[in-house]
């Protein structure tokens, strides 16, 4: 007899960015340290049906990273897709849409949904986003065929074809050439 | 030219339930009211291409309701159909799966996709679930194929299928006969 | 050699009030369970030089006190009250200053600050006044000398002398006759 | 006939420090730019019978501060207390009890309460403490005898006598010489 309510497992890989961005009350800095997302924002999630692996790659803004570390995440990606289960990356905005590419362009088709998402706004914030993107790219995670997305502010963007609007504060669809 | 960006419209159709409960301060009460979802939750969510359109049908505890509060729900969804644009239904918990599956077999299938969610805690708690459910709900209406489903904590199911599991405090999928 | 920095013991009576209602998500009410202060709201204030002592009293709806409910809450405060820290009263709003009043009746002049409070939303709300009430009454009970009062939206008022508000749902000060 | 509930005002005077400093989503800074206080906290307190009067006195990080900043926020008390109303002094925490040994040595016993207040977390985070101190230094304002204050973390210190705890991130008491 098939379990009808089996738990799902979603792989998240963390690399730091904004959403990650953690205040000191030592030195009043706001910077990448260790992931907080578990206690920052997943324990107040329910996800009865969803089991999260997390893994931690890099604790960077994504401003610093060159193609070393995306080679690092896209390593990651092709490691922890040989799962089998879907992936959530959570990335700084400024070069989430680099990262992506050069990940679709190392690895190709991935043989799961791997969805990248951040945050405008660090996580510890109340009007942060990053509830809001971390719940959208769970669920996308979970509904989406194989493929390289990201999913920002209530978006799903297949990869290549997109990039961050420094304008306006979002992600927007681009022309493929 | 396409736009590549263009406004999608989500219509949100509210009918009440636990997550709409508010407080009154002045007898201590806590009922469906007027419709609070767009001051209490929609505000604080980045939806920079998404144009919801609210439509309070009902103000009603789902336990409250009965077959012309269901068909009121079907017409007013039926006539919303009609536009082409996907549904959010709010709905209370103990009942969702009775009217989604009354919706399911007045109108068969739908033009458009039709999303049930609602909540275990109103949204008005501090650890209330409506927005991790609203969240998925809004993402899942512009993701899915047409067909009524119900969205809750970082689950889609479809309808039929699907019963509230009262000891868990969640959806499970159930055979359908 | 003094200590200028000792840690400083004030205790907290529970009686149930507004403040203290929680939701049950089983069967959708709001009402006075077991004292949820501690984990709800005093783990979220900064109190590095402050020591709570918690006792539950009662867990009742002020309405339904009555005069027995009054001298137990008066008895807790006479015994308490022989340690000589200073006291705060979790108490609902409707008949807090009946019961404040009844308290001075009965023991007259305590020999340290009792400080009722209480809230007009229930702590587990966003917009809850319980966070600004106890951080008040906290305060207050340090700097006040001994006698019975109420703190509240930035007032503290002696007691005899204060009344609830029903229309603006505040406290105010009355007369003394 | 004496009006029982007389509104109250309070004077705060805004000079920055860490618990007014935002985030910029355009350059992902953490930064005193304007005073963030009247919608980021005050609007969220229940203050029926306090009037609040903002002035923004400076905008600085407070280890940027020299003593012709201090002038300045001296001046700004020694003005706005003559309006015979008690005040309240955002500021940053590493340098405030130097500034109010400044403001105490240059003007001598205020006429009214002077209430010095921070934060170790800047007001936007949710784990902030801005939220308990500014009540607190409301309160205080109120219940206070003329004469300088820092009020922190559920306790008032007379100023001179306080100094910033940087190990524990708090404020404690010192000997005056």
Redesign the interface.
């Known amino acids: 007899m098939t379990d009808?309510?089996p738990t799902s497992t979603i792989r998240i890989l963390t690399t730091g960015g904004?959403i990650e961005k953690s205040?000191s009350?030592?030195d009043?800095t706001?910077k990448n340290r260790a992931s907080i997302i578990r206690d920052g924002l997943i324990a107040?999630?329910?996800?009865?049906?969803?089991h999260l692996e997390l893994e931690s790659v890099l604790n960077k803004?994504s401003l610093e990273m060159d193609d070393s570390d995306r080679q690092l995440i896209a390593d990651a990606i092709a490691r922890t897709a040989g799962q089998g289960e879907p992936i959530v990356v959570l990335h700084g905005t400024d070069t989430m849409s680099d990262t992506a590419e050069y990940c679709h362009r190392a690895l190709g088709r991935p043989p799961v949904a791997v969805v990248f998402t951040g945050a405008?706004?660090?996580m510890?914030?109340?009007?942060s986003?990053a509830?809001?993107n971390v719940?959208?790219a769970?669920?996308?995670a979970?509904?989406?065929s194989p493929g390289f997305y990201i999913?920002f502010?209530?978006?799903?963007f297949p990869v290549p074809g997109v990039r961050k609007n420094?304008e306006?504060?979002?992600f927007?669809?681009?022309?493929v050439n």
């Open positions: 009808l309510n904004t205040y009350e030592a009043g706001l107040s999630l329910r996800l009865p049906y969803t803004d405008m706004k660090p510890g914030f109340i009007d986003d509830r809001q719940t959208e769970l669920l996308a979970r509904l989406l999913a502010h209530n978006r799903v420094r306006t504060g979002t927007e669809a681009v022309a």
